[in-house]
């Protein structure tokens, strides 16, 4: 079993729709999450960041964590073409200062994006 | 503010050589990780550099090696390069050991 595995897409969603990325953890060790998104033939690039549980929000992305579920989410409001890219999600250790796991991150396969006009 | 910086950005070799590719972080950044991406794996973690000393490795083999240097660039290694290695090496820096990562362009390494 793979530690964080995503819907595995792809997914298309017209645009202006809420495209919304799933995503479930194995290691209840994770504290933090991460939500990365590459375009092709790029680097990932960080969208999205949570550590608690709850939702956190930023412009048309909001991030949901749900630590009891082992499960995070990625919704995108209003999608835009440019929203259409692979999108990375990831978990990592708790932030506190010696964890053995620090520097480590743990990525889900991906889940490609397709916003059509 | 520069970003993370990788060098070369393209790389062919031939089975059995060895390759060293770069990472210069973002100025003031410690902490230094490298990442394998291929197309089967995905992202996979390879070693973590901080100060000077790997504090976390991944599930690679011992041909795999990095270090770090005093003004926090990095080095991986690959050794006996096999066809399998064939990927996308992304080096990312963060300040402190926390993970909110800035990733580099890579380095496209090709075996042949």
């Known amino acids: 079993q793979k530690e ?42 960080l969208i999205m960041s949570i550590y608690s549980n709850g939702d956190k929000e930023d412009g048309r992305f909001t991030a949901q964590l749900n630590k009891a579920s082992q499960y995070v989410s990625l919704l995108i409001r209003d999608s835009q073409p440019s929203d259409s890219a692979t999108y990375l999600c990831a978990g990592g250790p708790s932030l506190r200062a010696g964890g053995t796991s620090y520097g480590k991150l743990t990525f889900g396969q991906g889940t490609i994006l397709t916003v059509h006009p | 503010k520069a970003g993370v910086t990788q060098t070369p950005r393209y790389l062919i070799k031939t089975r059995g050589q060895q390759v060293t590719l770069s990472c210069s972080p973002i100025s003031g950044h410690r902490s230094v990780s490298w ?36 003004n926090s660039r990095s080095e991986m290694n690959v050794s006996t390069l096999e066809l399998g290695d064939s990927a996308l090496y992304l080096c990312a820096s963060s300040l402190d050991r926390a993970t909110l990562y800035t990733f580099g362009s890579g380095t496209r390494l090709t075996v042949v």
């Open chain 2, 35 to 70: 990442y394998q991406q291929t197309p089967g794996q995905g992202l996979q973690f390879l070693f973590e550099y901080f100060s000077e000393t790997q504090r976390n490795k991944g599930n690679f083999p011992g041909r795999f090696s990095g270090r770090q240097f005093s």
């Open chain 1, 4 to 45: 964080v595995e995503q819907n595995s897409g792809p997914l298309s969603v017209p645009e202006g729709a809420i495209a919304s990325l799933n995503c479930t953890y194995s290691d209840r060790g994770s504290q933090s999450f991460f939500w990365y998104r590459q375009y092709s033939g790029k680097s990932p690039e």
